[in-house]
């Protein structure tokens, strides 16, 4: 039986004149809710505004319902005289302090992590894959851990960071990655093991709650699933039921493998960060590393090898030839970050890559 799954987006407020990102998430945000109800919300810097989907079993119906979710933002942000744009960093604008919403928990946030705050212009995707229980899922993330550096390359859609070019594919993941717990999780041995790891984080100070355990890969603390927060947010809706189908998928296969007893490879912590540093800089174009046991591999190559492993459960859920079209038009057209800069280099101008991620029903 397929796995229910769903996604949550960000994305960043936008002056449709000078194309900077301003801060009207909360008016864009309560006008969605007309359409949305409580699958929009705000976030903690204000001109970022999130939505998300309902569970879904079946890849159609998450992409009409990522299709008729973007729509439906796009729509409020036009009432309110505003854009979204689907970039994982802000391309234009003052962003350094940035507008930090109301709120007792922000507020407690500041306190906590200080200038970690000001660089959390960022936006992501969060798929969520539904699970029988926490020990499962923990188990699953550890047979994944091998393969997030290759779907971070797939993801990157964040080159430009408030003006300029970073150099860097995945700019976003280079700023999430300061923060104390954050990036690929650790290997975890049980379910006692992870409560017992941040029950250390929060008692030391390095957690601000539960809910800032920031992991790429982590269960959820209040839905029953195991949630991948990996990528950037991506440029199209279709990109983004690629990106959920495939996930899916690996946990499928994964989950597979721990029911069937196999154990969960365990690459180094050193190597997957490496490796992620490759991704996040290089994207899809650049050379990468095979975790498990260091050889340098091309992260085209590392993409055709996930699609291989996951290739069975895709077959069972209907979704092979989707996926297989979708990873084939990022590997020939380029992830987002190579249509940001392709954006660019037509005129020279950064406010041509704010329209070209503007979020349409697309």
């Not at 957690?207 to 195991?226: I, N, Y």
């Not at 899916?248 to 154990?263: I, K, M, Y």
């Not at 990468?288 to 291989?308: I, N, Q, Y």
């Amino acid at each position: 039986m397929a796995l229910r799954f769903g996604i949550e987006e960000e994305y960043f407020v936008v002056d449709p004149v000078s194309r900077e990102v301003v801060p009207r998430a909360a008016a864009v945000v309560r006008r969605a809710r007309a359409a949305l109800g409580e699958r929009t919300s705000t976030e903690l810097v204000e001109f970022l505004a999130e939505a998300k989907t309902s569970p879904c079993d079946d890849l159609d119906k998450l992409r009409e319902q990522i299709r008729s979710m973007r729509a439906a933002m796009a729509a409020a942000a036009a009432a309110e005289g505003v854009r979204l744009a689907a970039t994982g960093t802000p391309v234009l604008g003052a962003v350094v302090p940035p507008p930090i919403g109301a709120g007792a928990r922000y507020a407690e946030s500041l306190a906590v992590y200080r200038g970690l705050d000001d660089e959390q212009s960022i936006c992501s995707c969060h798929v969520h894959v539904e699970m029988p229980d926490r020990e499962h899922a923990l188990q699953v993330g550890n047979h994944l851990r091998p393969w997030l550096p290759t779907l971070l390359a797939l993801a990157a859609n964040s080159p430009y960071w408030a003006g300029r070019d970073t150099g860097h594919a995945c700019w976003r993941v280079m700023a999430w990655a300061r923060w104390p717990v954050a990036g690929p999780p650790p290997f975890f041995r049980s379910a006692a093991h992870y409560d017992d790891l941040v029950a250390t984080l929060l008692g030391c100070g390095a957690l601000m709650d539960t809910g800032t355990v920031f992991w790429d890969v982590r269960p959820s603390a209040r839905l029953p699933t195991l949630e991948i927060r990996l990528a950037d947010v991506a440029p199209t809706a279709g990109d983004a039921a690629v990106l959920a189908a495939l996930i899916r998928a690996l946990v499928q296969v994964s989950s597979q493998a721990v029911d069937a007893g196999e154990p969960a490879p365990d690459p180094p912590q050193e190597m997957l960060r490496a490796a992620y540093w490759l991704a996040a800089r290089d994207g899809l174009a650049g050379r990468g590393v095979e975790v498990c046991t260091g050889r340098p591999a091309g992260f085209r190559e590392l993409a055709g090898d996930l699609l291989a492993h996951v290739l069975p459960a895709l077959g069972d859920t209907g979704d092979l030839a989707f996926v297989t079209r979708g990873v084939r038009r990022l590997l020939a057209g380029g992830t987002g970050a190579e249509r940001q800069r392709a954006a660019y280099r037509r005129r020279g101008r950064l406010t041509d890559v704010v329209d070209a991620a503007l979020l349409r029903d697309r």
